[in-house]
Nanobody
Framework: QVQLEESGGGLVQAGGSLRLSCAAS????????MGWFRQAPGKEREFVAA????????IHARPVKDRFTISRDNAKNTVYLQMRSLKPEDTAVYYC??????????????????WGKGTLVSVSS
């Protein structure tokens, strides 16, 4: 059973930064695509960023492009989301997820098969 545990969320002022981490159990972390997603109150879950198994390919959603950066350390079974220039509209519960392949049209799971429980990011104006 794969377990994903997010950490690093919290309250931050607009313009600030946070780095989220997601630690994964299991020996096969390096074989899978990892992604970050978020869900704001009253809204549907949306894609934030994804990274290939090797880390050589990344994709970021347009609202966060140039502000957020996804990365991974396969030796530590961890994926990161560095968030800069945070805005109040970034407020959401952030989830990490694992999948064989990111499928942007396969809503709501986007091709991911395991999900963490999420970490709350609150951005004050």
């Amino acid at each position: 059973q794969v377990q994903l545990e997010e950490s690093g969320g919290g309250l931050v002022q607009a313009g600030g930064s946070l780095r989220l981490s997601c630690a994964a159990s299991g020996r096969t972390f390096g074989n899978y695509t990892m992604g970050w997603f978020r869900q704001a109150p009253g809204k549907e879950r949306e894609f934030v960023a994804a990274i290939s198994w090797s880390g050589g390919s990344t994709i970021h959603a347009r609202p966060v492009k140039d502000r957020f950066t996804i990365s991974r350390d396969n030796a530590k079974n961890t994926v990161y989301l560095q968030m800069r220039s945070l805005k109040p509209e970034d407020t959401a519960v952030y989830y990490c997820a694992r999948g064989a392949r990111f499928q942007p049209r396969s809503i709501p799971d986007y091709g991911m098969d395991y999900w963490g429980k999420g970490t709350l990011v609150s951005v004050s104006s």
